[in-house]
């Protein structure tokens, strides 16, 4: 089954402890993606990558890294993460230009 | 500037009466891409449809259907005979023209739908 899989679900951490929300897609899609999703802001993209070892900030990539050191895997880490970091993450991919994004099914993170 | 309105935050309907979701957008090219994305109570987004602006025919899917209006800059969904499975909230999207290779999709705020038995 085609499908992006992310882990964990959930996630609950403290304050500066360093974690990392791993992405995968069975697709063979070249273009991966990294959103997260807040109340009354909506939708606001954090990293993506072109292809493998090709990566560039989103609108929000502060406190966030992310590599692409394979095709199918998208990590998403958070070095020293805060409060203001807890949100839903949601990875995603396509194949071509202007196709839909196929999403994983989100992590929810809470830094307390 | 790029952007995408969905003014309705919440709607509450009862089964079987039919519901439109508006969306609304706003950009300055002529070749663009709209979506809208279904997000159910379990988190999940979902995809729906694909809409290029080139192609202004309606589409219908079963009970969904969506009506494209370049003139209005509107990209409204609709659906018929609403079931309590729809229930979730919809996202309507455009893809930004201005992030080159990044596929970004500008968001609107979603519209949750509540449909009761």
């Known amino acids: 089954e085609a499908q992006v899989t992310q882990n964990p679900r959930y996630l609950i951490t403290v304050t500066g402890k360093k974690l990392t929300v791993t992405c995968s897609q069975n697709?063979?899609?070249?273009?991966m993606s990294w959103y997260r999703q807040d109340p009354g802001l909506g939708l606001r993209q954090i990293y993506y990558s072109m292809n493998v070892e090709v990566t560039d900030k989103g609108d929000v990539p502060e406190g966030y890294k992310v590599s692409r050191k394979e095709k199918r895997n998208f990590p998403l880490i958070l070095e020293s993460p805060s409060p203001n970091q807890t949100s839903l993450y949601f990875c995603a991919s396509s194949d071509r230009d202007n196709s839909p994004l196929h999403f994983g099914n989100g992590t929810r993170l809470t830094v307390t | 500037a790029q952007k995408v309105t969905q003014a309705q935050t919440e709607i509450s309907v009862v089964e079987k009466e039919d519901v439109t979701l508006d969306c609304v957008y706003e950009?300055?090219?002529?070749?663009?891409?709209l979506f809208w994305y279904k997000q159910p109570p379990s988190g999940e987004l979902v995809f729906l449809i694909r809409r290029n602006s080139f192609d202004e025919q309606n589409e219908i899917s079963g009970r969904y259907s969506w009506n494209f209006q370049k003139s209005t800059s509107s990209f409204n969904f609709t659906i018929t005979a609403s079931q309590v499975v729809d229930s979730a909230v919809y996202f309507c999207?455009?893809?930004?023209?201005?992030?080159?290779?990044?596929?970004?999709?500008?968001w609107g705020l979603g519209t949750s739908l509540a449909v009761n038995p």
């Open positions: 697709m063979n899609h070249e273009y």
């Open positions: 950009t300055r090219d002529t070749t663009y891409y």
């Open positions: 999207a455009l893809k930004d023209p201005l992030a080159g290779n990044n596929r970004k999709l500008i």
